[in-house]
């Protein structure tokens, strides 16, 4: 059957896991610490029904050869982890990574996953958890009768009680960085997990390693800039309009052929 | 038989090939970097032992389009484009040294600056590996330079430059894995007037009207082809009820 079939096949599809790349993070547009997901096209390889500089004749080099295109597809999402905007929330649980590190937090199989969601919160034991429930590590415990909890840029976790009029140290918030944080697992819920891509994490303390410092009272929003995000929407769907124009076209050209002969 | 019957198919299917070259273009209407290919027929004659009345058309994909596709601002540090003429260099799956102009690179897992395809991009000497950093950053002239983990902010260290190469048009071919590779095999020598930008990655060069286009054209002389074997087969027809024996 006809090639371009297959080809305009391809980039139907191709356009469709972009529109959903783009609806992805349009819906999460509001999701605080959301890192936008692109779509990496690449195209496919070629079939070379002649070689290049094959010969026409005994003597004679055919100076271009016949390779037909197979198509597109879409090769890899890259997350970019440029830093969203900060929103000042002066809730003394909210904190934000100015950097690139990544708060690790406890999941309940026991691993660690990383994220960049620092609208922390206590449970009902008093530990720091993400609003997720899960349990920043290492563990923090603020006791019953804390008034005030402070964090500081480099992560040292203190608390001051009704009855003392200093403030005394309970913990550190450790951050973690990756060489390739686009390596990372998206994993939902804000979460990321490592993989062999990303590389082992480095964890240390904020401020330190260009891990990011950490400010308490902000929150960090979205990086989905949504006029972009719009964009690459009218975008896409004119792409999937001609792709389909051409399964339209190439179709014809079947159709008329059976009806003829 | 009428030998034009078969003159008529192979330009159908020589249609159908050339088809396939604008239906990929269009695919690839939003591949990074992307450069579009020609269509063009070429007229065959076949020689031999009799009169060379008969001509096949032949499609082929004598070149590609160099024109530069729209630039896309990103504002990632490891996205580049080439401004103007040029290549970025890479390794291709084999070793050998090609050439795009898709400049969405990324870090891999050994700290290699590769291609958002994952090919190696080549360096002053091989392929480019990166210490940890806080901040990479790519220069016109393809230097990249970074700030070390740990290091203060001004402590900027230049490491290594990709190559960046202009060759003559003419000696550069797309070849089956997509890349632009050298005609005759050698590889081309570093360019210092090539600039790169960087926070921008080049879209793809496909004029997508001009392909539609060419897709309508080539379906109507691809049914100009079928209505030809059509017209052939009648004057088949009429011929075989002119020798029937009237009863």
Known sequence: MNSALWVSKTGLSAMDKQLNVVANNLANVSTTAFKKDRAVFEDLMYKAVRAPGGLSAQNAELPSGLQLGTGVKVGATQKDFSNGDYNMTDRQLDIAIQGKGFLQVLQPDGTIAYTRDGSLQLNSQGQIVTSGGLVVEPGIQIDRDAVDILISEDGVVSVRKTSDADAQQVGTINIAGFINPTGLNAAGQNLYTETNASGPPLVGVPGTDSLGRIAQGMLEASNVNSIEELVNMITTQRAYEMNSKVIASADGMMSFAIQQL | ?247
């Open chain 2, 1 to 247: 038989m009428d030998k034009a019957l078969y003159l008529a198919m192979s330009g159908g299917v020589q249609t159908m090939n050339a088809q396939t070259i604008h239906a990929n273009n269009l695919a690839n209407v939003s591949t990074t970097g992307f450069r579009s290919d020609f269509e063009q027929a070429r007229a065959m004659p076949v020689y031999g032992e009799h009169h060379p009345s008969r001509v096949y058309a032949m499609t082929e994909n004598p070149g590609t389009r160099f024109a530069q596709g729209d630039m896309i601002q990103t504002g990632r540090n490891l996205d580049v484009a080439v401004a103007g003429d040029g290549f970025i260099a890479v390794y291709d799956e084999a070793g050998q040294e090609a050439y795009t102009r898709a400049g969405d690179l990324q870090i891999n897992a050994a700290g290699q600056l590769v291609t958002g395809r994952g090919l190696p991009v080549v360096g002053t000497a091989g392929p480019i590996f990166l210490p940890p950093s806080s901040n990479i950053n790519i220069t016109a002239d393809g230097s990249i330079s970074i700030v070390p983990q740990g290091g203060a902010a001004n402590e900027v260290a230049v490491l290594n430059q990709i190559k960046l190469v202009n060759p003559d048009k003419q000696n550069v071919r797309k070849e089956e894995d997509g890349l632009l590779h050298s005609r005759d095999g050698q590889t081309f020598a570093a360019d210092p007037n090539v600039q790169l930008v960087s926070g921008f990655i080049e879209g793809s060069n496909v004029n997508a009207v001009e392909e539609m286009t060419h897709v309508m054209n080539l379906a109507r002389r691809f049914e100009m082809n079928v209505k030809m074997m059509d017209t052939l087969r009648d004057n088949a027809d009429s011929s075989a009820r002119i020798l029937q024996r009237a009863t």
